[in-house]
């Protein structure tokens, strides 16, 4: 079965600390991989994407993601953590077959 | 530019009522999809459209219908709300689903409750 896994459910740094919010996936063929953040009461928002290519991709408030396709994973990072990043953070997969698969979500706290 | 339009924003429906939940965008997007999101839970996804009157499954489809008469509108149908269809609701939409314009735009979603 297709599935997404994030495998924690909280992940808290420091402000002006890295971070990482893990997603892995099982998806056949080759699946397109996006990472989306929902603030509270809010919709999700887009954040990146990775379709082919580079391996590094970068998208918006200065976040980045890894694909690693040995692995199949596709973890979230940024240098630099904002406490206003504090949000609930969701990886997905678009297969094959035009269908979406969302992970459970991630929530960020980034403490001042 | 309104983007992804959602009515209601809250509903609480008793057990056997029907409703529909409205969703619009105003981006000319051909994809369009609707979600049910659980406490603790990703999105799960319950009807997509590729285009005005074509509607396809998605993963929970049960106790749900769509349909698609115009590019901008895909309304929701429940037939006999079930406490079990208590959740949050979000439409989005994309201009491609394979292509290089394939982000999803969400809207603010609709909490329901079925008591």
Redesign the interface.
């Known amino acids: 079965a297709q599935s997404v896994a994030q495998p924690e459910d909280q992940v808290k740094v420091a402000e002006g600390n890295p971070l990482t919010v893990k997603c892995t996936y099982s998806v056949s063929g080759n699946p397109y991989l996006f990472w989306y953040v929902q603030y509270p009461n809010r919709g999700l928002q887009f954040l990146l994407k990775y379709i082919t290519g580079d391996n590094l991709v970068k998208g918006s408030y200065g976040f980045e993601a890894e694909f690693n396709k040995s692995q199949t994973s596709f973890h979230l990072k940024k240098p630099s953590a904002l406490v206003s990043d504090s949000a609930l953070y969701f990886c997905a997969v678009n297969d094959n077959f035009n269908k979406f698969y969302f992970g459970s979500g991630t929530k960020l706290n980034v403490k001042p | 530019n309104a983007g ?1 339009t959602q009515t209601p924003k809250f509903r609480i429906l008793k057990i056997g009522q029907s409703m529909t939940l409205q969703c619009a965008q105003d981006m000319n997007h051909n994809y369009m ?1 609707w ?1 049910r999101q659980d406490p ?6 319950i009807y ?1 459209s ?1 285009g005005a009157g074509i509607t ?1 499954k ?2 929970v489809p049960n106790g749900y219908n769509v349909s698609r008469s115009t590019t901008e509108d895909f309304p929701l149908r429940l037939e006999l709300a079930a406490p079990s269809q208590t959740s949050v609701y ?1 439409c ?1 939409s994309s201009y491609s ?2 292509g ?1 314009d ?8 609709t909490r329901l409750t079925v008591l």
């Open positions: 992804v999809y979600y603790g839970m990703g999105l799960k996804l997509y590729v396809d998605g993963e979000f989005a689903l394979r290089p394939n982000e999803q735009f969400f809207g603010p979603g």
